[in-house]
């Protein structure tokens, strides 16, 4: 068996798990099913990438679970050509799960290393974000406003900053609280100055900080 096939079952099987964990979204669903996962781990990990699992990718930074990934991006209710700012790059699988849902992804990274590692890596798969160094805190407020953020941080409150570049109608999603535990939080700008808070499930992210790291 080749071994794109054999990953190409994995991903299937990754997929389908999280239909049962409650991921319902389609779209969001094929997506995960596109991406192989498998080339963003150190290849010492390769074989464990469709494990519902995060694994280290190096300047003790991780990349998000599966599931955490899907329910993100189910929460965000991604539109084709939706202009989505992504807070933290990582190893690129979240931003190549919002590429492959249509998007047109800004994303921003604080350090250096792993900026400078996926700005090479994910174009190689064929995805294409805008790839920005520098501090989540304060967004990309020239290229802004955006129809949805996503924070793959954990945020000790909602930056004020981020709330001011998302678009009238516009949601952020947002792990919200101590370092132990986040609470998955929707962020909907419903006008100029009104916001509508929703509060979902708990989940553990690796912390958003003040910021860059050269
Ligand atoms: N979306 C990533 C998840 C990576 S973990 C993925 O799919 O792999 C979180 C990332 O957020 C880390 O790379 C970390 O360096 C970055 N980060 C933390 N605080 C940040 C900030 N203030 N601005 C930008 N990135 C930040």
């Known amino acids: 068996m080749s071994e794109s096939f054999q990953y190409k079952g994995q991903r299937r099987r990754l997929v389908e798990g999280l239909r049962i964990k409650g991921i319902t979204d389609e779209a969001v669903l094929d997506a995960i099913g596109n991406v192989p996962r498998h080339r963003f781990l150190e290849s010492s990990f390769s ?34 050509h939706d202009k989505i700012l992504e807070v933290g790059t990582g190893s690129g699988y979240q931003a190549a799960v919002l590429l492959e849902l249509g998007a047109q992804v800004y994303t921003i990274e604080r350090h250096k290393s792993l900026y400078n590692k996926v700005q090479q890596f994910l174009p190689e798969l064929g995805y294409h974000p805008r790839f920005f160094f520098g501090d989540g805190y304060q967004g990309l407020p020239t290229y802004g406003p955006f129809d949805k953020i996503i924070v793959t941080a954990a945020a000790p409150h909602i930056p004020e900053k981020l709330k001011e570049q998302l678009k009238v109608g516009g949601l952020m999603v947002i792990p919200v609280g101590p370092y132990e535990r986040q609470k998955m939080t929707v962020v909907k700008r419903i006008s100029e100055n009104r916001y509508d808070i929703k509060i979902h499930g708990d989940f553990v992210f690796v912390p958003m900080l003040k910021g860059t790291d050269i």
């Open 47 to 80: 074989k464990f990438a469709y494990k519902d699992q995060a694994f280290p990718i190096g300047s003790g930074q991780t990349i998000s679970q599966p599931f955490t990934v899907a329910y993100q991006s189910q929460l965000l209710k991604v539109q084709r």
